[in-house]
């Protein structure tokens, strides 16, 4: 039995990445999405509208998880969220940029998220103003990248974002948001659930957590 779910979980893990790489990629080529199929028969296409079309999204920076749009706060971390407009790593010395939208420039390790709520986590930070985006955070694009290369990382990564919902509940309730309050709360018994998961088990639930959110996030 432990053989076939080990072979189940790398077949779903397969899946899951060849499915993340190929929405990352239709995304970034900027082409139609092609028409869903049922029953083997393709749904007739809708006559054309000439609706405006819709911007490319913007790519994500691979050093900082950042992309053009996220509002970020800069140190000291106490002054009003301020768009990204984009990331720029130095020659050389491999210091990582951030442009700003007031045109200034902050070194990565001095910015952080404003302005949103993980659904892997339930990380969270304000300001809640009706501008808060639905994205994984810094710390779990980086426990996914961990996770695919060695799976062993799992029980340390669902330690982690068990904290990190506890992070989360305290900042809701900080910012008298119940939302993202029951977000970090749900994310929790989530990760509590997975305490008694076999490894094979454990690996598939997270890695079917983080690209669910990568997917929804990146469309």
């Not at 779910?5 to 139609?32: K, M, P």
Request: charged share 25%; net charge positive; aromatic share 6%.
């Amino acid at each position: 039995m432990s053989e076939q779910r080990s072979e189940a979980a790398t077949v779903l893990t397969r899946a899951l990445n060849d499915a993340r790489d190929t929405v990352q990629a239709w995304i970034t080529s900027g082409r139609e999405w092609p028409q869903p199929a049922m029953g083997g028969r393709t749904v007739p296409a809708q006559p054309a509208s000439n609706p405006d079309p819709e911007p490319p999204a913007a790519a994500v920076c691979k050093h900082t998880g950042l992309r053009a749009g996220d509002r970020v706060r800069t140190w000291p971390y106490d002054g009003d969220p301020v768009p990204v407009r984009g990331t720029e790593v130095e020659a050389g010395v491999g210091t990582v940029w951030v442009l700003l939208a007031d045109g200034s420039t902050t070194a990565s390790h001095r910015v952080r998220l404003a302005a949103y709520g993980c659904p892997v986590c339930g990380a969270c930070a304000g300001p809640v103003d009706g501008a808060v985006v639905t994205r994984p955070c810094s710390d779990c694009l980086r426990d996914l990248r961990r996770l695919e290369q060695r799976s062993s990382e799992g029980p340390r990564i669902r330690t982690a974002i068990e904290a990190r919902s506890e992070a989360g509940r305290a900042t809701a309730r900080s910012l008298d948001s119940a939302w993202l309050g029951e977000r970090a709360a749900e994310r929790g018994r989530w990760a509590r659930r997975l305490r008694l998961a076999s490894p094979e088990d454990l690996h598939a639930a997270l890695l079917g957590a983080f690209t669910r959110a990568f997917e929804r996030w990146a469309a």
